[in-house]
């Protein structure tokens, strides 16, 4: 089952919703302010946050753009629309106004994690790639597919953000820690191996580059 962090400084809140999820069968960690949260999330990655905006220490606005590659679902009292709108530009996956259902706030967790490719146990999966977080394998297709530790890491990335733009930046802060050695000289080359041997066994372009941004995967079939 997936893991999902809670941040809210309303212990209320954050009791609530750490009973609805753990009942649901997530995994649960829970932080209480913004610094707390970043401390948490430097040593371990939940497949989704929920976090409040109106936080001790860094605000969640703060927060937000310091998480990559975890899909963010917004739960504030805020409810101004240039906000929202702000807030999902600016990497949110979603937001959801207090007071809230909690099953609407359930359906929107798994609706967040598919897109994300988020976990099922310990598999990712997206179309026809498959990732298992255990073994650090990779089948396309059906087939086993060999993969480096960076493009392990790089693909990894790709899937929980599908469909979403990843800057070069975003890429190189997330998958620094398992792979130091990948800079932004090589980290074209660990692209287009990645997306060579996709392409071998799918016959699909996974990958798509973003012209002066970043990289996507998607399911469209190009030859770029």
Same mark, same amino acid.
């Given at each position: 089952?997936?893991?999902?962090?809670?941040?809210?400084?309303?212990?209320?809140?954050?009791?609530?919703?750490?009973?609805?999820?753990?009942?649901?069968?997530?995994?649960?960690?829970?932080?209480?302010?913004?610094?707390?949260?970043? *401390?948490?999330?430097?040593?371990?990655?939940?497949?989704?946050?929920?976090?409040?905006?109106?936080?001790?220490?860094?605000?969640?606005?703060?927060?937000?753009?310091?998480?990559?590659?975890?899909?963010?679902?917004?739960?504030?009292?805020?409810?101004?629309?240039?906000?929202?709108?702000?807030?999902?530009?600016?990497?949110?996956?979603?937001?959801?106004?207090?007071?809230?259902?909690?099953?609407?706030?359930?359906?929107?967790?798994?609706?967040?994690?598919?897109?994300? /490719? /988020?976990?099922? /146990?310990?598999?990712?999966?997206?179309?026809?790639?498959?990732?298992?977080?255990?073994?650090?394998?990779?089948?396309?297709?059906?087939?086993?597919?060999?993969?480096?530790?960076?493009?392990?890491?790089?693909? @990894?990335?790709?899937?929980?953000?599908?469909?979403?733009?990843?800057?070069?930046?975003?890429?190189?802060?997330?998958?620094?820690?398992?792979?130091?050695?990948?800079?932004?000289?090589?980290?074209?080359?660990?692209?287009?191996?990645?997306?060579?041997?996709?392409?071998?066994?799918?016959?699909?372009?996974?990958?798509?580059?973003?012209?002066?941004?970043?990289? *996507?995967?998607?399911? @469209?079939?190009?030859?770029?």
């Amino acid at each position: 089952m997936a893991s999902i962090m809670i941040i809210d400084d309303d212990t209320h809140i954050n009791d609530m919703l750490f009973e609805a999820l753990s009942g649901e069968g997530y995994t649960v960690s829970r932080a209480y302010s913004g610094t707390e949260a970043l *401390m948490l999330l430097s040593s371990s990655k939940p497949d989704l946050i929920l976090m409040d905006l109106m936080l001790p220490g860094l605000s969640g606005e703060q927060l937000l753009p310091k998480i990559n590659g975890i899909p963010v679902i917004v739960v504030s009292a805020k409810a101004d629309i240039s906000g929202k709108v702000d807030l999902l530009l600016g990497g949110a996956a979603d937001y959801i106004t207090k007071p809230f259902d909690i099953n609407e706030l359930l359906a929107r967790i798994t609706v967040a994690l598919r897109r994300s /490719g /988020g976990s099922s /146990g310990n598999v990712m999966k997206f179309k026809d790639i498959t990732l298992d977080l255990n073994t650090h394998t990779v089948n396309v297709s059906g087939s086993d597919v060999k993969l480096t530790r960076t493009e392990y890491a790089i693909l @990894k990335l790709l899937m929980q953000k599908a469909g979403q733009v990843v800057s070069k930046t975003a890429v190189l802060d997330d998958i620094s820690l398992d792979t130091p050695d990948c800079t932004e000289d090589s980290l074209k080359i660990h692209i287009h191996n990645l997306r060579k041997k996709l392409k071998t066994v799918s016959g699909k372009d996974y990958i798509s580059a973003v012209w002066g941004i970043g990289f *996507m995967l998607t399911d @469209k079939d190009n030859n770029d």
